[in-house]
């Protein structure tokens, strides 16, 4: 059997209009030669009346301390109502259709409540309904532990039970539906130019959605590169082909409009952001100040990001609702620090950088002539951060994105 994953978001399911549309997806695919295993998320955001925020706001007028196991049971709800509605809509097109949970699925997931892992997915329901002619309509989003205690699976649990139904099932693609056309090289938000990318590896886009898109979820990818399933990323909204998530010997097959000297992929960002500054010393008195610096600050449960060491410097950054926790954690410890709110992370992500010389060049000469500064810089082999002030953020992802000329 050819198994083709479909994954929709809610802001795909919110009327019966969109439905339909969806309903016309997967009976397209299934006039392929696809056996379509459709899955959902909550219909709709935070106001709508069956959304994920909508249910938890809903509990919390009668308790703000909700244990995480009754919180997964309400959590898991929304996906179940959307995925009976979306089964119940292929039915009336005369499609025939079924309705799983994540159990039913075969998704067994750990203990861990609200941000749970998948163990195995045993798909025997699924198979066993796709060769009697069924649409098999999953809730994303949810497990149930080996003791048959109903999990949820954290941020973009829907795209991570998509990504793991499509390993399991030895899937063709695993379509993440969402309601822009692709992964795009800029947020269109900030950068009207920003095209959708025909095709990105899995590396890439795994950096990308790490350091702030939120097209697919990073588990998701990891999830999916572990077999070589391929993704392709494509709007719920019209019918465009997408992006496509694979390795990078598929990418760059000539059928793919992609070429091997691609030094940036595209830029993303992440606000809200503090910037902590620790002078630690010079000599051995330094030394094991850093040392029992990030130990203080790991008993504490303050997690950091972006670190520069240097001989008597220390810079690293905090979300901003961390900062004042850290700075408070450091002077108990004995630390001057200095901190700087109002930050933005943006990063320039491309597997084709890595030994190609001239690449932070272009970026520090992209930025600095835009009259931003640079607060701080690090680099790995595929992602370039720069860190500045978050006034300056949408300037600085303009800037990067010019300078690659990523619109062309």
Not at 137 to 149: D, K, L, N, P, S
Not at 258 to 264: L, N, P
């Amino acid at each position: 059997m050819k198994f083709l994953v479909l994954k929709f978001g809610g802001t795909s399911l919110v009327s019966s209009e969109l439905r339909e549309r969806v309903a016309g997806k997967v009976i397209a695919a299934k006039d392929e030669g696809y056996s379509p295993v459709v899955v959902v998320s909550a219909i709709g955001r935070q106001g709508d009346p069956y959304a994920t925020d909508t249910l938890i706001n809903l509990v919390k007028q009668a308790n703000r301390e909700l244990p995480v196991r009754e919180m997964d049971m309400l959590m898991s709800c929304g996906e179940i109502i959307s995925g009976v509605i979306m089964a119940a809509t292929l039915q009336n097109t005369g499609c025939p259709a079924v309705f799983m949970t994540g159990a039913q699925a075969g998704i067994t997931t750990d203990n861990k409540h609200s941000e749970a892992r998948i163990l195995k997915v045993q798909p025997n329901n699924i198979i066993k309904y796709a060769q009697e002619g069924y649409v098999v309509v999953v809730a994303g989003f949810q497990g149930v532990t080996e003791h048959g205690e109903t999990t949820t699976l954290g941020r973009g649990g829907s795209d991570t039970t998509a990504a793991a139904l499509g390993v399991a099932l030895n899937a063709v693609y695993v379509d993440i539906y969402t309601d822009v056309e692709g992964i795009m090289t800029a947020d269109p938000r900030i950068v009207s130019e920003a095209k959708a990318l025909a095709a990105i590896t899995y590396d890439e886009i795994c950096h990308l959605a790490h350091e702030g898109a939120k097209v697919v979820h990073p588990r998701a990818v990891e999830i999916a590169m572990q077999k070589g399933v391929p993704l392709r990323v494509r709007s719920a909204f019209s019918d465009g082909p997408g992006t496509l998530v694979t390795s990078s010997g598929e990418v760059y097959k000539g059928s793919i409009d992609i070429t091997r000297d691609r030094i940036i992929t595209g830029i993303t960002y992440i606000s809200g952001i503090a910037q902590i500054k620790v002078n630690t010393g010079a000599g051995v008195e330094g030394f094991k100040k850093q040392r029992c610096m990030f130990r203080s600050l790991a008993l504490a449960g303050v997690s950091i990001d972006f670190i520069n060491i240097l001989p008597e410097v220390i810079l690293f950054t905090v979300q901003d609702d961390m900062a004042e926790k850290a700075i408070e954690v450091l002077e108990n410890a004995g630390y001057a620090a200095e901190v700087i709110t109002g930050c933005a992370k943006v990063s320039a992500v491309g597997a084709g950088m890595s030994g190609v010389p001239g690449v932070i060049a272009d970026i520090v000469e992209a930025i600095t002539k835009n009259d931003i500064q640079i607060l701080q810089c690090n680099d790995s082999h595929t992602t370039v951060w720069v860190l500045v002030r978050r006034e300056e953020m949408e300037n600085a992802v303009r800037a990067l994105h010019k300078q690659f000329k990523l619109a062309h």
